[in-house]
């Protein structure tokens, strides 16, 4: 009741997108309208659809599958509701999020882990084309910054990115060695689909890593001031907080082996 902004940063698995993020997304907008809070909402470039070239705000939605159909229809819902007046909003749209605490991600903690201990890593598509990453700090920040400006409501902003490399870049700069990928087919994906809910799911997003995938983030750095950590220092700051996480877990299993002796 007292809240001045809503962070909607909810996001349940991608097979659940389609029967759980509709009602939170409604009962936000209720909630905000009551209260008077503003909403500030964590979205994703996966309406865009395949495109050709660097990805601005500018681009139309065209998405593919039901999961990017249901992000592209909440965004539109909460920008409708500001239009209306109902609430004052804004959405932050960043690609694929890495850093301390990130697991579901093309580059989170299984992958990065993997990538430090020299285990194959499993990937989609092809891992040497460009694509999009962001820190999630730089995405706090950027959610922060759209939450204190209200004159950069009613819009879809995305957030500051370090410029995109490939994914072997990136893991093996996050591993600190070569990496081993282990890459999914279509086929697979397919195949392995026909019983999985996530995996049919993935398979809708497989186009972003077959091409390059780039979102071009200069609007909101210039709007609003910021600048994205580069991506060495973010990385560094990543492989540390995974192995700081890692010690407690080693040292609770070392005390239950010597129980156990």
Same mark, same amino acid.
Do not use: N
């Given at each position: 009741?007292?809240?001045?902004?809503? &962070? &909607?940063?909810? $996001?349940?698995?991608?097979?659940?997108?389609?029967?759980?993020l509709?009602?939170?997304?409604?009962?936000?907008?209720q %909630?905000?309208?009551?209260?008077?809070?503003?909403?500030?909402?964590?979205?994703?470039?996966?309406?865009?659809?395949?495109? /050709?070239?660097?990805?601005?705000? !500018?681009?139309?939605?065209?998405? #593919?599958?039901?999961?990017?159909? #249901?992000?592209a229809?909440?965004?539109?819902?909460?920008?409708?509701?500001h239009?209306?007046?109902? #609430?004052?909003?804004?959405?932050?749209?960043?690609? $694929?999020?890495?850093?301390?605490?990130?697991?579901? !991600?093309?580059?989170?903690?299984?992958?990065?882990?993997?990538?430090?201990?020299?285990?194959?890593?499993?990937?989609?598509?092809?891992?040497?084309?460009? &694509?999009?990453?962001?820190?999630?700090? $730089?995405?706090?920040?950027?959610?922060?910054?759209?939450? /204190?400006?209200?004159?950069?409501?009613?819009?879809?902003? &995305?957030?500051?990115?370090?410029?995109?490399?490939?994914?072997?870049?990136?893991?093996?700069?996050?591993?600190?060695?070569?990496?081993?990928?282990?890459?999914?087919?279509?086929?697979?994906?397919? %195949?392995?689909?026909? %019983? $999985?809910a996530?995996?049919? %799911?993935?398979? /809708?997003?497989?186009?972003?890593?077959?091409?390059?995938?780039?979102?071009?983030?200069?609007?909101?750095?210039?709007?609003?001031?910021?600048?994205?950590?580069?991506?060495?220092?973010?990385?560094? /700051?990543?492989?540390?907080?995974?192995?700081?996480?890692?010690?407690?877990?080693?040292?609770?299993?070392?005390?239950? #082996?010597?129980?156990?002796?």
């Amino acid at each position: 009741a007292d809240a001045r902004v809503i &962070h &909607h940063c909810a $996001d349940p698995p991608f097979d659940r997108w389609p029967r759980e993020l509709p009602p939170v997304m409604i009962g936000l907008i209720q %909630a905000a309208a009551r209260s008077g809070a503003s909403v500030i909402y964590a979205d994703d470039p996966s309406v865009y659809g395949p495109v /050709e070239g660097p990805i601005s705000e !500018s681009l139309p939605d065209r998405p #593919v599958g039901a999961r990017a159909r #249901v992000r592209a229809g909440l965004a539109g819902l909460l920008l409708s509701a500001h239009r209306q007046g109902a #609430v004052s909003a804004a959405i932050a749209r960043a690609p $694929d999020l890495f850093g301390p605490g990130v697991v579901r !991600s093309a580059l989170g903690r299984p992958m990065i882990e993997a990538a430090m201990k020299g285990l194959p890593v499993p990937v989609i598509g092809d891992p040497d084309q460009p &694509h999009s990453l962001c820190f999630i700090r $730089d995405h706090a920040a950027a959610m922060v910054a759209l939450a /204190e400006r209200p004159d950069l409501h009613g819009r879809i902003w &995305h957030t500051p990115c370090a410029p995109a490399v490939s994914l072997r870049t990136a893991l093996e700069t996050a591993g600190g060695r070569p990496v081993r990928l282990r890459r999914a087919s279509r086929g697979l994906l397919l %195949a392995l689909g026909l %019983a $999985d809910a996530r995996l049919r %799911a993935i398979r /809708e997003i497989t186009y972003q890593f077959d091409r390059p995938f780039v979102l071009d983030t200069t609007a909101l750095e210039e709007a609003a001031g910021l600048a994205p950590t580069p991506l060495e220092r973010a990385l560094a /700051e990543t492989r540390a907080a995974f192995r700081q996480a890692g010690r407690p877990r080693a040292a609770r299993l070392s005390r239950r #082996v010597g129980a156990v002796r």
